[in-house]
């Protein structure tokens, strides 16, 4: 939430906005707590990432009855919900990855999935990861499971189990988090090449330097968070002024490899100038529907992904 927050401040800056920022550090009591300062405060917008989206509902309604924009990251309810669109983001990755398979391994590889499939929301990432590998009929999922904890902890704990078994790794997919300590356990042991294919999601600056450094990380699907940070405070803004807004907003996965991430880090560093340039804003962002102060009761009020049919 780094890139979101830095996004929103440099909105606020650039529209002459007060900002702040509460931690919550992942206690749901808290952020209750904190949601209902602001709107015992009267703020005028909120941004929130919610812990537990069921009890943190109710105090989220009260702040969109008040009449402030409430975007949300992901879960309902809220003014304008933030998603990514999960399949499509897990595809990015997994063709990448077939791609580098059929090229680059001549065809066949022992592959490992590091997964989160008891999350539901993001489940649909490795059924397309699945999907996509299922096109190269000698890549071998020899491990398709999720670690105990998303983080580097967890991914080098589960990796280092499954050296046990498959010491010689071809590629490794899943969140970035988890896909850096699967690549720090196989260095432990001895096992990296330079012709391995590991990738993750999310676009972690450590990911990212490993990419710049070459290596066995050769991808990370960015979801670019100073830039969709930046539009949800552009559109704060625009609320308070009277303005419409959308309902919704799509993070469009975007592949970071050694070839385009120059560019990319530029973007990053300067979210403003690509929020302002429609061509390369869409290149992140996708938007739907509208709405504004005056039918805020039609706030989006269920689980919203572009994907849904």
Not at 51 to 64: E, G, T
Not at 86 to 100: I, M, S
Not at 103 to 122: E, I, M, P, Y
Request: net charge neutral; hydrophobic share 45%.
């Amino acid at each position: 939430m780094q890139g979101v927050a830095r996004g929103l401040q440099l909105a606020a800056q650039d529209r002459g906005l007060e900002y702040r920022l509460a931690q919550a550090r992942n206690d749901s009591d808290l952020m209750m707590q904190q949601i209902r300062s602001l709107v015992d405060a009267r703020v005028g917008a909120l941004i929130a990432a919610p812990v537990d989206p069921l009890a943190l509902a109710p105090v989220l309604q009260q702040a969109i009855w008040s009449g402030a924009y409430v975007g949300t990251v992901v879960p309902p309810p809220a003014t304008t919900i933030l998603n990514a669109p999960q399949y499509l983001t897990g595809k990015v990755l997994g063709d990448e990855a077939a791609r580098y398979i059929t090229t680059r391994l001549k065809g066949k590889a022992k592959v490992v999935l590091l997964t989160h499939d008891s999350l539901q929301f993001l489940a649909p990432r490795f059924t397309a990861m699945r999907d996509s590998l299922r096109a190269v009929p000698g890549a071998v999922i020899v491990a398709d499971i999720s670690p105990l904890t998303v983080d580097e902890a967890g991914g080098a704990s589960m990796m280092q189990t499954i050296l046990l078994a498959n010491p010689d790794i071809d590629v490794v997919l899943g969140a970035d988090t988890v896909v850096l300590g699967a690549l720090a356990a196989v260095r432990q042991a001895g096992r990296d090449r330079n012709d391995q294919f590991f990738g993750g999601i999310d676009g972690e600056p450590a990911a990212v330097e490993e990419i710049k450094r070459g290596g066995p990380y050769k991808a990370s699907v960015s979801l670019a968070s100073p830039i969709f940070g930046y539009a949800l405070g552009q559109q704060s803004a625009d609320w308070l002024e009277g303005k419409t807004v959308p309902q919704a907003m799509d993070i469009l996965p975007k592949a970071l490899t050694s070839q385009n991430i120059a560019q990319y880090e530029a973007d990053l560093a300067d979210p403003a100038s690509v929020y302002r340039d429609g061509k390369r804003r869409d290149e992140y962002l996708r938007m739907y529907g509208n709405i504004c102060y005056s039918t805020r009761d039609e706030y989006l009020n269920f689980p919203w992904s572009s994907e849904r049919r």
